[in-house]
């Protein structure tokens, strides 16, 4: 019979999304008979509640970031794993009924890249329903609403977040190290000189700003510090979906130079970052784990309070990107770039060894044992 594979993900910015599409393609070029099946649920079950509490979020983090990094916190230092509370109302807000889902696909193995989906099918595990579930921690930290003890296996993208699940009472046999999923086109890399070439632009240091799915980070006043560089550098700004500024930069003067390139959510961001010699980004996980995989240094700025702080927190305490805090020292950094042509060249090296590390098909994997072994303490838990 022909194994299922439910992938669950949520309309929350696009990176649990991105995950989920990087499993199915790891997973069918593992195992092609496996039929797979990606929902993002709480947009397919509860769209109205899914969209509001989205815009909701996004004013949150932009007009009030410090009332969101507080609600983070607090969260995370009062709680050991997600209540029941908080799981079902997460479930009444999203998922109510997707009981009746899971009984049309039947699948023999639900995978959740948010911890949204994995809170509510912990739950129906707690009420008795059978279902064999994989959960995905797509940031370098694992907050506590991810805990859940009813998951059969989780996939972590470093050996931090191994033990602050374990310390959360996750056992080891439970948990794999199989860093942060990416899609194909981000396993390899191409010359700087030919990626620019592809992309019409001159063989010359080469900056991309990115802020996400969501064109965050502060772009806007990024994009207008940078300016004063215009001559010296290539300036790819990448808005996202935010086209709004994607527009209001267009139509600005300023930025109409052969030397500047100004591009919204584009699905070729493997070639960007072939073509940069710079990063500069809010850390969101999958943006980062694509950046190690290109060997592209990192500057990071204005992470969104929260789970990317922590991604930044990790990435400079391992001297994989630097933390910018003031945009003067964007420009410290770019003159001594240019001045030094090393400057970056410990990060580099740093980066490289992380790439030693790197297995891309280690979660299709993993997943592909829990699909075939009923217990997850059968599986191999040293996969990358």
Not at 118 to 125: F, H, I, N, P, V
Not at 158 to 167: G, I, K, N, P
Not at 230 to 244: A, D, F, M, R
Not at 330 to 337: H, L, P, Q, T
Request: with cysteine.
């Amino acid at each position: 019979m022909q194994k299922k594979i439910l992938i669950l993900s949520e309309a929350f910015g696009s990176g649990h999304t991105k995950t989920a599409e990087a499993l199915i393609q790891a997973i069918s070029l593992q195992e092609p008979s496996v039929h797979i099946e990606f929902i993002e649920i709480g947009r397919k079950l509860h769209p109205i509640a899914s969209n509001l509490i989205f815009h909701a979020y996004k004013q949150l983090i932009r007009n009030f970031p410090f009332l969101w990094s507080k609600i983070y916190r607090n969260i995370s230092e009062r709680i050991q794993a997600t209540p029941s509370w908080l799981q079902y109302l997460i479930y009444q807000l999203f998922h109510r009924n997707i009981e009746n889902l899971l009984e049309q696909i039947k699948p023999d193995l639900v995978v959740c890249t948010h911890p949204f989906g994995s809170s509510s099918l912990s739950r129906l595990k707690k009420m008795g329903y059978p279902v064999k579930l994989c959960t995905v921690i797509t940031d370098f930290h694992a907050h506590q609403v991810w805990v859940q003890h009813e998951v059969n296996l989780y996939m972590v993208p470093s050996d931090e977040v191994r033990r602050q699940l374990a310390d959360s009472g996750i056992p080891n046999h439970r948990i794999s190290v199989t860093g942060i999923p990416i899609q194909t086109n981000f396993w390899s890399k191409t010359s700087k000189t030919f990626a620019k070439t592809k992309l019409n632009m001159k063989n010359m240091p080469t900056i991309l700003v990115m802020g996400g799915g969501l064109g965050l980070g502060g772009i806007r006043e990024l994009a207008h510090s940078l300016l004063k560089w215009k001559e010296t550098v290539q300036l790819i700004i990448c808005t996202g979906h935010n086209h709004s500024l994607k527009v209001s930069l267009e139509r600005n003067k300023h930025f109409q130079h052969p030397h500047i390139k100004i591009v919204g959510f584009v699905d070729h961001i493997d070639k960007l970052l072939d073509a940069a010699d710079l990063l500069i980004t809010k850390p969101g996980g999958i943006t980062c784990f694509e950046a190690l995989s290109k060997g592209v240094p990192m500057l990071i700025y204005k992470p969104i309070p929260g789970h990317e702080e922590n991604n930044s927190n990790h990435l400079v305490k391992h001297e994989l990107a630097v933390r910018i805090h003031l945009l003067e020292e964007v420009d410290g950094w770019i003159e001594k770039w240019l001045c030094v042509p090393n400057t970056f060249e410990r990060f580099c090296k740093n980066i490289e060894q992380f790439q030693m590390k790197m297995n891309p098909l280690a979660g299709a994997e993993a997943i592909l044992e829990l699909l075939v072994y009923q217990e997850a303490s059968e599986i191999s838990v040293e996969n990358w």
